[in-house]
């Protein structure tokens, strides 16, 4: 490099923190001595928190305040805030920075907040968060009155969230039945239960294991299972075990489904074919697909086409693939092709794998 400038001489020391080379970054920066900017500061600070070099960076954050010179942007500011909030003892020290930074973001804002919160000073928590100009779900969240074991204040405070438009976060949502659950309350976890099926959040772990928990810490399990299976749709539930790789229990609760007198949709079918193509069941996967229009009534869609051919082609049965293919009362989007393309590639079939990787790629350049 013929000429070092401030950027290149802050991406180096930025780069020697990432790796873990803090020493080698403090030589960097030292030599740098006036050229020093802002992010430089900030790249060396946060190096000696990674390393959990407490001190040194708390020291090198008093130097950085002691250069008049040099100007704290909002995103550093968080960044400082973060580091600080890792340090036992230092939350004054944080938010004396806080307070003498020209400028301050929500991010900002709201770290201050989440760092009171973590001590129980919930009132401070409240007097910073009216301070702000605008608040968004997660300074909404940051408070975190559940930590303080502050229940009811946690849902009036939710309650205030809603009356505002803002829509929660599935944060807002786990803090919600931590709530209800430290409460006893059945009444308020089934609200919130009710709401999150509202917001298509059922299929997070997180979440999913809040719901467990409260209905268990609420003394109901068997009448909150009974609830649960009447007011989560099935659909829910083999879409949430599609998506985590539970395949036998989606075809389990596809049966329970039947069998209950409920009647599948789309999505229900969708779930048990791509059940069917990664367990490989090629039988079973043609028995739905056949019963979807003959027994009941559901038109198949591209996507359940597009399941059937990568269960045929998995299965080595190309040329029952393409016959389906050409079968559609409508055209193949490219995820058909590349369904086809791949089950050729790997059955070794090159004539079908230049026919429909030219397909596939035309179709895809539309």
């Known amino acids: 490099m013929v000429e070092k400038n401030v950027v290149s001489w802050s991406s180096m020391v930025d780069g020697y923190c ?120 997660v300074a909404w969240t940051a408070s975190r009155f559940v930590n303080n074991k502050e229940y009811e204040d946690a849902i009036c405070w939710f309650i205030k969230m809603l009356r505002n438009a803002i829509k929660p976060n599935p944060l807002t949502l786990i803090s919600l039945f931590s709530a209800s659950a430290g409460l006893a309350s059945l009444s308020h976890g089934l609200q919130i239960h009710a ?30 299972y009974k609830i649960f299976k009447s007011v989560v749709s099935f659909n829910s539930i083999i879409t949430g075990f599609t998506h985590n790789g539970n395949r036998e229990e ?48 559901v038109e198949p869609n591209p996507d359940h086409y597009a399941c059937m051919v990568d269960l045929l082609g998995r299965a080595g049965l190309l040329d029952e693939a393409i016959n389906l293919i050409e079968s559609m009362p409508f055209e193949p989007h490219c995820g058909i092709w590349d369904a086809l393309l791949g089950a050729s590639w790997i059955h070794m079939r090159l004539g079908s794998c230049k026919t429909c990787g030219s397909i596939y790629f035309r179709t895809r350049t539309k």
């Open 18 to 137: 990432k790796n873990g080379r803090v020493s080698e970054a403090r030589k960097l920066f030292d030599m740098m001595e006036e050229s020093r900017n802002e992010f430089t500061w900030c790249a060396m600070i946060n190096g000696y928190m990674r390393a959990g070099h407490f001190e040194d960076g708390f020291q090198l954050l008093m130097g950085m305040r002691r250069e008049g010179h040099v100007r704290i942007e909002p995103t550093v500011v968080t960044a400082i805030l973060e580091s600080c909030g890792r340090i036992a003892g230092r939350l004054e020290e944080a938010y004396e920075l806080f307070e003498k930074a020209e400028a301050k973001d929500s991010v900002s804002w709201t770290t201050m907040i989440t760092g009171f919160s973590s001590k129980g000073l919930t009132a401070k928590c409240i007097d910073l968060f009216n301070k702000m100009n605008a608040h968004d779900d």
């Open 195 to 224: 709401l999150v099926l509202k917001t298509v959040t059922e299929h997070d772990l997180s979440i999913q294991n809040s719901i467990s928990s409260m209905y268990s810490k609420c003394g109901s399990v068997n009448d909150a």
């Open 250 to 297: 989606v075809l389990e609760v596809f049966r329970q489904l039947v069998d209950e007198g409920h009647k599948p949709n789309d999505v229900s079918f969708l779930g048990v074919l791509c059940a069917c193509t990664h367990v490989g069941l090629v039988e079973e996967g043609r028995k739905y697909f056949k019963s979807m229009r003959t027994f009941f009534k």
